[in-house]
């Protein structure tokens, strides 16, 4: 049974599979919500057909959910704002938005990224974007795929902020009887989670697309999980937020699951395909391409070890063959687990 009307209202930035999943949810959830569509033709579309023909064509939208492309009109009178514009994109989005939020804005990212100039988690990118505003900030993230929430699949992701009161009260607003939150003040662990783990489903895609089987897939989740942990306590992250939902939860999700978009761009790696030719394919962004990017500098700048980044950065930038990459691997020196 859905709750009862929400008086807290949220306003969605993105609509791309998972924005427009998780604006449908809330709407359905009696959560008054409304949709900021980049794309005016599109946005049309979708309140007259009450379905996102680009990326989520199967799923049809409640009547409840509220489309606009004119931002002013998409955050007015909001309580709460949802980021879900691809990472790279959050901090132009914001600037150009700056005036249209209110002091001290609710901002819930769900973006996965670390930004590719100034090497910053998405906490920071939003601080700085809006800092005359003050925003509080909260990162929503976990083991989820659009396809199977928006068809209301049981579903358990976290939620990280600071403010654990505030915290409480955006876990009652996003759970559904189909989609829980679980918070924790450690924001910093959740984001980041949600950053490496889509380079090393990268990784793990070309695994499976070069053949190697179940027992390699299994190790570069594990040492992906040691590097996901190594730099999150390099940047002040709780180490045990990595064993739960943000962490190995989405991890073990985005390496083994089809759904994966990350996971998918890797296996045609594997295969032999060309990044350009992948990525010219696809309408959505597959976040690890350019994390890997950004992730491989900060590993250089704080000095963290992140073996598996380094070779998908090989792999993507420099040219690297994906087999050569996994011999580099193989032939590190051996040393304690």
């Known amino acids: 049974m859905n709750k009862q009307q929400s008086s807290q209202r949220v ?42 023909d680009v990326f989520l064509p199967d799923i049809p939208l409640s009547d409840r959910l509220g489309i606009e492309s004119d931002p002013a009109t998409a955050l007015e009178g909001a309580d709460a704002y949802l980021l879900v514009v691809p990472s790279q994109f959050i901090r132009p989005t914001l600037e150009n938005f700056r005036d249209l939020f209110p002091k001290r804005p609710v901002m819930v990212c ?25 925003p509080r900030y909260a990162s929503l993230s976990g083991p989820s795929f659009a396809a199977e929430v928006s068809r209301d699949m049981p579903t358990s992701v976290a939620l990280g902020c600071a403010d654990m009161d505030l915290a ?30 889509n380079v090393i489903a990268l990784a793990a895609g070309m695994s499976d697309g070069l053949g190697f089987g179940h027992d390699a897939r299994a190790a570069l989740i594990t040492r992906g999980l040691a590097e996901m942990s190594r730099l999150g306590e390099a940047m002040g992250a709780q180490e045990r937020t990595f064993m739960g939902l943000s962490g190995m939860g989405d991890l073990v999700l985005t390496c083994t699951g089809d759904l994966s978009r990350n996971r998918q761009v890797g296996l045609k790696l594997g295969q032999g395909r060309k990044l350009d030719d992948i990525i010219g394919e696809m309408k959505a962004v597959a976040e690890g391409v350019k994390t890997a990017k950004s992730l491989y500098a900060l590993s250089q700048k704080l000095g963290v070890e992140l073996p598996i980044t380094e070779q998908v950065h090989r792999i993507l930038y420099e040219d690297a063959e994906p087999r050569e990459a996994v011999t580099r691997l193989m032939g590190r020196a051996l040393k304690d687990e």
Do not use: H
Not at 38 to 44: N, V, W
Not at 169 to 197: H, I
């Open 11 to 52: 306003s969605v930035l993105g609509a791309g599979a998972w924005g427009t999943t998780l604006a449908d949810m809330l709407a359905r959830n009696n959560v008054p919500t409304t949709l900021w569509v980049r794309e005016p033709d599109l946005a049309d579309r979708m309140r007259d057909q009450r379905v996102n």
């Open 168 to 197: 409480r009260q955006l876990r009652e607003l996003f759970s559904t009887p189909f989609f829980r939150v679980y918070s924790t003040p450690d924001y910093r662990g959740v984001e980041l989670g949600g950053a490496v783990k």
């Open 110 to 134: 769900a973006s996965k990224g670390i930004e590719l100039d100034s090497l910053a988690p998405m906490s920071q990118v939003v601080a700085e974007s809006l800092e005359d505003k003050a």
